[in-house]
């Protein structure tokens, strides 16, 4: 009890999404939410379910998989405390089309589609509520989108890593390997290696085991 707690508390402060939709609705959605933790590497679910759920992100690191016809599954982006996410699934009713990949153990709140349905009838502004957390995740998608369209190598890593590390806070440690960052900017290891040497020597950033630390990557003059 006093984790759900804390998990509500968590994402009542951090979630722009419930900062959105107003505290009524926002009570509403905690009262019929579970928690739920999930373990390093296991998936909080895989692309093709179709169970319905979102899901927040009240601790830790989520991995957004996508499908991509040359590589296969691949990280797009990461989710960090106070993201609300699995909602098209929930609107559409249809299996998904990405995967959420815990990249650190997870705290969770999860809210089931027939929770929403009973939240429905007192609440019916719920799935306007969904629809602007479609938006919001629906803008995130564009700017990977963006990113993903820059052909200059180093300029895409640093689009790339501004727009994940925001996710951190001011905290900006990103918890994913040089081989997942690597996915995200759609580079080989080696040639995202050797990018990433440049940008330590430039004091942008720092490399830990297992995790990358974000200083500086202003970068104005690179190019497009």
Known sequence: MLQLLKAQEELTRSSPWLAAIGPELTNSLMSCAQLSRVKQGANVYALGDDDGCIYGLSEGAVGIQVDDADTGVAIGHVFGQGAWFGEASAITGKPRLIGAHALV????????????????????????????????????????????????????????????????????????TQKQLAEACRLSRSSFAKILAELESEGAVERKYGKLIVKDLSQPDAPQ
């Not at 429905?120 to 995740?137: D, F, H, K, S, Y």
């Not at 564009?142 to 300029?155: E, F, N, P, S, T």
């Open 105 to 176: 153990e997870c705290t969770l709140l999860r809210v089931s589609k027939s929770n929403l349905t009973r939240l429905e009838a007192t609440n019916p502004q719920i799935w306007r509520a969904l629809g602007v957390l479609a938006v919001m995740n629906t803008a995130v998608g564009i700017q990977i989108a963006r990113d993903l369209m820059v052909l200059d190598g180093k300029a895409r890593c640093l689009s790339t890593l501004s727009r994940i590390a925001v996710a951190f806070g001011q905290s900006r440690i990103i918890p994913l």
